[in-house]
């Protein structure tokens, strides 16, 4: 069935440090692919999103690649901020379906 | 995007008893979807919510516990229903939306529900 395996957290990182969530997944056909994120006490947002293989997302200084060979979708900031401080959700919606399925969710948490 | 919104965004209730939340969105929507999001763990679909027609339930969750409404294309509710305290958790509502030719989906504020 389909799935997606994100990294354990929680990640604890100095400001301004280099950010790698690793996320891989199993999915038939051609899945999109999402990155959510949730900070404290609030719904979901979307981040950023890929449809294909080779494509990247970016918003807000993230950035995903759309990686088939290796069935990944790791989110990457080169110089993270205190306000980045939430837990961030890796998802697939596989093709025909409209359900998302969602990763277990890695906690970012940023100090000064 | 679409703006959506939740109502109650918390609230503490006791066992046995069933709580109804609202979910508004700011546009016409065809699909809107019903998610729990448990204490520390990820979202799980409960149920997609179609206008005009019966909601689909996921596995593990029936109409009896979570009776869905979908009156019209911009509101629908969840009934969370003989609560006990495994029902708490975050209750979130999310809409499809097309951004930039995909199928996204946007999700509300969600509610906080704790179950004494």
């Known amino acids: 069935g389909n799935s997606v395996t994100q990294m354990e957290g929680p990640v604890t990182l100095s400001e301004e440090a280099f950010l790698t969530i690793n996320c891989t997944y199993t999915?038939?056909?051609?899945?999109?692919l999402f990155w959510y994120v949730q900070y404290p006490g609030e719904g979901l947002q979307l981040l950023l999103k890929?449809?294909?293989?080779?494509d990247k997302g970016s918003n807000k200084g993230f950035e995903a690649t759309y990686r088939k060979e290796t069935t990944s979708f790791h989110l990457e900031k080169g110089s993270v901020q205190v306000s980045d401080s939430a837990v961030y959700f890796c998802?697939?919606?596989?093709?025909?379906?409209?359900?998302?399925?969602f990763g277990a969710g890695t906690r970012l948490a940023v100090h000064p | 995007s679409a703006v959506i919104s939740q109502k109650p965004s918390r609230d503490i209730c006791q066992r046995g008893t069933s709580l109804t939340i609202q979910c508004q969105v700011d546009?016409?929507?065809?699909?809107m979807f019903w998610y729990r999001q448990q204490p520390g763990q990820s979202l799980t679909l409960i149920a997609t919510?179609?206008?005009?027609?019966?909601?689909?339930?996921e596995s593990g969750f029936v109409i009896d516990k979570f009776p869905i409404s979908r009156p019209n294309l911009t509101f629908s509710t969840l009934t969370v229903s003989n609560m006990s305290p495994e029902d708490s958790s975050i209750y979130l509502c999310?809409?499809?939306?097309?951004?930039?030719?995909?199928?996204?989906?946007?999700f509300g504020p969600g509610t906080r529900l704790t179950v004494l």
């Open positions: 890929a449809t294909k293989a080779d």
């Open positions: 999310s809409v499809e939306g097309s951004d930039g030719g995909t199928d996204t989906q946007y």
């Open positions: 999915a038939t056909g051609y899945p999109s």
């Open positions: 998802a697939l919606r596989a093709g025909g379906y409209n359900k998302l399925i």
């Open positions: 546009s016409q929507v065809t699909m």
């Open positions: 919510a179609n206008q005009g027609s019966e909601a689909t339930y």
